[in-house]
């Protein structure tokens, strides 16, 4: 394998993802394919930008004809993050959600089938499933029932991924992953929006009584997954990726407050995310038994580690929180 087409290299997985390629196998060629919308940003993969075996193309997954310029240049693989990925704002505006997940997904296998690509991997979510009660686990067979437009469009996106290796027997793979947590995630995702805004002294905002549960993952746990399944996945088969790490909300908030020694009356609960799944949990077995991956990542080192990240980078964030940012976060939160 020579030349991985990496898109959404520029956001928060897919830059730790970048970084993780290039290091391991300075032999490969990566290109770095992302449209740099609001989540995604240069400076992410500034450290490993100079190196002769890194390019970056600015472009978008649904434009058929930049994408079919780069994959005619001779791609081995695949790897898709590129997605809009933020649950809230796909309540907001469904469409560019589907534009970019699902027609976004379809234009990369188009061109992926026409130049023969050998691997084309799909990074995927545990949303796909749904939600569970207090009981049970996601596993590859759980039926897909998504409950966003976020988590539709990312099934769509799944669905035509098996459909390209079924009718035209291409070898595609998809990860379906846990909650990630990690350096240059943005601040509208939970756990950096709670650092940065007790850094700041600002209300934590909490959905409703606190009490979903996610399955947290340490990106870099995530990408080594992503890494094997790249190089060992049989042909067609789904990889459920988790951290085996059920937290609540509250649990995550609490324990950020305590590391950063802010007071819990910094907590604000606000009106509930509409169809808020209400807990998340994945098996992992297969990916363990099958491609001997396991989480390395206790989440007492990751989110320690997480926060002194955000500490030492507070220019980083500053700068985000302080654009665009703002009047999203303004609207978002101001009348909840
Ligand atoms: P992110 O929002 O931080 O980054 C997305 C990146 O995709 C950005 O760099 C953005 O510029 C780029 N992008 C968006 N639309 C594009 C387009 N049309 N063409 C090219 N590039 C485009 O997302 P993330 O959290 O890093 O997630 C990456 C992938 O992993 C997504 O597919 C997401 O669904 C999936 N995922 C994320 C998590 C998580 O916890 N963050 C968990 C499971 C799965
Ligand atoms: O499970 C994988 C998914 O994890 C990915 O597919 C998504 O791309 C990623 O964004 C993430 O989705 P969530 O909706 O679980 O993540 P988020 O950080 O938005 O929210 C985590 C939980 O925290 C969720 O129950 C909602 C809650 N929450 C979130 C925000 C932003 C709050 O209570 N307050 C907040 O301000």
Redesign the pocket.
Known sequence: MKTIMI?????????NFVRHMIKRYPQYRIIN?????????LE?VADVAERENYSFVH?????VVLVDNVMKQGIDAVV???????VDRSIEDPGVFV???VL?TQVLLEAARKYKVKKYLQ?????VYGSLGTAGLFSETTPLAPNSP?SAS?TGADLLVRAYHETYGMHVNIT??????GP???PE?LIPLVITNALTNQEIPVYGDGLQVRDW?HVQD?CKAIELVLHNGIAGEVYNVGGNNERTNLEIVRTILKEVGKSESLIRHVADRSGHDRRYAIDATKITEKLGWKPEYTFERGIKETIDWYVGNRTWWERIRSGAYRDYYKKMYLNR
């Open positions: 898109t959404g290299g520029a956001g928060f997985i897919g830059s394919f992302d449209l740099l919308t609001y989540a995604g940003n992410n472009g978008d997954i649904a434009d898709n993050f590129a997605a809009e990925s933020h534009r970019t997940n976004g990074v995927s979510t545990d949303e976020y990312k379906r992953c846990s909650n990630n947590y240059y995630h943005f995702k993952l995530h």
